[in-house]
T-cell receptor, first 113, second 115 residues
Framework: DQQVKQNSPSLSVQEGRISILNCDYTNSMFDYFLWYKKYPAEGPTFLISISSIKDKNEDGRFTVFLNKSAKHLSLHIVPSQPGDSAVYFCAASAGSGANNLFFGTGTRLTVIP | DAGVIQSPRHEVTEMGQEVTLRCKPISGHNSLFWYRQTMMRGLELLIYFNNNVPIDDSGMPEDRFSAKMPNASFSTLKIQPSEPRDSAVYFC?????????????FGDGTRLSIL
């Protein structure tokens, strides 16, 4: 059963506007969350992360928000650029001693020039 | 610096044949993960190793799948016999135990097609 869910398979956004990618999880033991970005024919690469003790983490144009009560997180990209077009995977981890991740199904973002 | 190296990049074979996927992790990394990517399930963890020892293989779909890590610089994922539903992209990733949490380095994957 999918413990990390990304319900939007795809998203299209105009260049310069905000992109918002959403992720929901079911396991209350998850305490660390990550976003990975994947270009075609390449492996995923780490983008940004957030611990459950925070509700926001920002890195340049990328911000991740965490709502623990709703078991929901989102990735905001502002402003969106054509080079941001990729598949974005949400991932979660349970416990500081665990190094395995649970991934969602991914959201394909297309930024239109 | 070399990243995670997977081979082959593409594999096409007939059902019933044995398939072996290979992975060389980043030097110095002591955790290795095998994933399968499908449209329906996204990235599924199949198995992972810490210090060459299998820690969790609960994601391995069936006994047809097996994985080994004979040393710190090499791992294989074998499917025998292969079936059309095994068609997917298989990724290998590595990380450092105790390193930045959750940060895994992925190879470029093996696209497997079983006819």
């Amino acid at each position: 059963d999918q413990q990390v869910k990304q319900n939007s398979p795809s998203l299209s956004v105009q260049e310069g506007r905000i992109s918002i990618l959403n992720c929901d999880y079911t396991n209350s033991m998850f305490d660390y969350f990550l976003w990975y970005k994947k270009y075609p024919a390449e492996g995923p690469t780490f983008l940004i992360s957030i611990s459950s003790i925070k509700d926001k983490n920002e890195d340049g144009r990328f911000t991740v928000f965490l709502n623990k009560s709703a078991k929901h997180l989102s990735l905001h990209i502002v402003p969106s650029q054509p080079g941001d077009s990729a598949v974005y995977f949400c991932a979660a981890s349970a416990g500081s001693g665990a190094n395995n991740l649970f991934f969602g199904t991914g959201t394909r973002l297309t930024v239109i020039p | 610096d070399a990243g995670v190296i997977q081979s082959p990049r593409h594999e096409v074979t007939e059902m019933g044949q044995e398939v072996t996927l290979r992975c060389k992790p980043i030097s110095g990394h002591n955790s290795l993960f095998w994933y399968r990517q499908t449209m329906m399930r996204g990235l599924e963890l199949l198995i992972y190793f810490n210090n060459n020892v299998p820690i969790d293989d609960s994601g391995m779909p069936e006994d047809r799948f097996s994985a080994k890590m004979p040393n710190a610089s090499f791992s294989t994922l074998k499917i025998q016999p292969s079936e059309p539903r095994d068609s997917a992209v298989y990724f290998c990733a590595s990380s450092v135990l105790g390193g930045p949490r959750g940060t895994q380095h992925f190879g470029d994957g093996t696209r497997l097609s079983i006819l």
